[in-house]
């Protein structure tokens, strides 16, 4: 008969729950326990829980402190980085935005007929390159001309007054001065007629003309015969009658205006007369804001064409009696 087998020896491995099966807990350690838990003791909460405690507890003072700085910090340190990634994201996004509407800005400008070379030295183009600029500008403000008529009214280079040299540009005297000295002396004489200018100069705002006439006041003369007054002629506070009476009573030396209202004095009234005009110059030198001479402003360059293709100054263009000239 074979002697029972030995039992093994095993070590004790805890279970879930190793007490006894009447085993009780004290009423006094069970309220400590809970008062403690209700308290906010960190060493009783789990990571779940202290999660919870902390977002339940945002916003309402000082109820859970320590739990709110336990579980502050580590998403206060994933936000800041992703607020700065957003700053840094956005700056090269505004870049791109600039470097779009600056191309779409040269599109318009390109569409529009304006050439860089415009801003700074048209007036520096020898009479040949000069009379091609001044077609191209020509087409481009009187589109629904057809081309015999365009060809009519051409600004040809035998018509326009070489001013490739002359240095002075900042001042619209000075210039005067260097490039028409002869024609500025005549200034100072009486003309025969009223409403005759010897010079007619062409802006293309209201406010240009002012400036410029601030500019050549100087050439407003007082004679034994009387005044030889420097014409300001534009449509702002001033009416076409109110002009008409002005030049038919007074005698004009130079004149200074915008298109519109120097064509209609020419060829709505009998009140400008261009008998003893040598010379119309034109004020491409100054821009507007948006970079456009008097030569591609959209309210000044069709008044500026037709009063350059109008038959009295084409005749007298024809007739070699005047100049143009491009300040």
Do not use: W
Request: aromatic fraction near 2%; charged fraction near 35%.
């Amino acid at each position: 008969m074979a002697p029972p087998a030995k039992k093994t020896k095993t070590e004790h491995v805890p279970t879930g729950d190793d007490l006894e099966d009447n085993f009780a807990l004290d009423d006094d350690l069970v309220a400590t326990a809970f008062s403690d838990q209700e308290a906010g003791d960190p060493a009783d909460l789990s990571d779940d829980a202290a999660a919870v405690g902390g977002s339940d507890d945002e916003g309402d003072g000082d109820a859970r402190p320590a739990k709110k700085r336990r579980a502050d910090p580590s998403s206060s340190n994933d936000e800041a980085p992703a607020a700065g990634d957003a700053s840094a994201a956005a700056a090269p996004k505004s870049k791109r935005a600039a470097k779009r509407a600056k191309d779409k800005k040269r599109a318009k400008v390109a569409e529009a007929g304006l050439d860089e070379r415009d801003k700074d030295d048209m007036g520096l183009l020898p009479p040949e390159a000069l009379a091609d600029r001044l077609a191209d500008k020509q087409r481009r403000a009187l589109p629904n001309l057809s081309a015999l008529e365009l060809d009519e009214q051409r600004i040809s280079q035998s018509m326009i007054h070489d001013t490739a040299t002359v240095e002075a540009r900042d001042s619209l005297l000075a210039f005067m001065k260097e490039a028409l000295p002869t024609a500025c002396n005549t200034l100072a004489k009486m003309p025969k007629a009223t409403g005759s200018p010897r010079i007619i100069v062409v802006a293309g705002a209201a406010l240009r003309v002012a400036d410029l006439c601030r500019d050549v006041k100087s050439f407003k003369t007082k004679t034994k015969d009387g005044l030889i007054d420097v014409a300001k002629l534009f449509a702002k506070h001033f009416k076409l009658s109110e002009h008409v009476e002005y030049m038919k009573k007074t005698h004009v030396g130079l004149a200074v205006g915008t298109p519109n209202r120097i064509e209609k004095l020419l060829n709505e009234s009998d009140a400008l007369h261009l008998t003893h005009l040598s010379h119309l110059i034109l004020d491409v030198s100054h821009l507007d804001s948006k970079k456009r001479s008097l030569v591609d402003l959209p309210e000044a360059r069709v008044d500026l064409f037709k009063l350059l293709g109008s038959k009295p100054i084409m005749d007298r263009l024809r007739e070699g009696k005047m100049k143009i000239v491009v300040f």
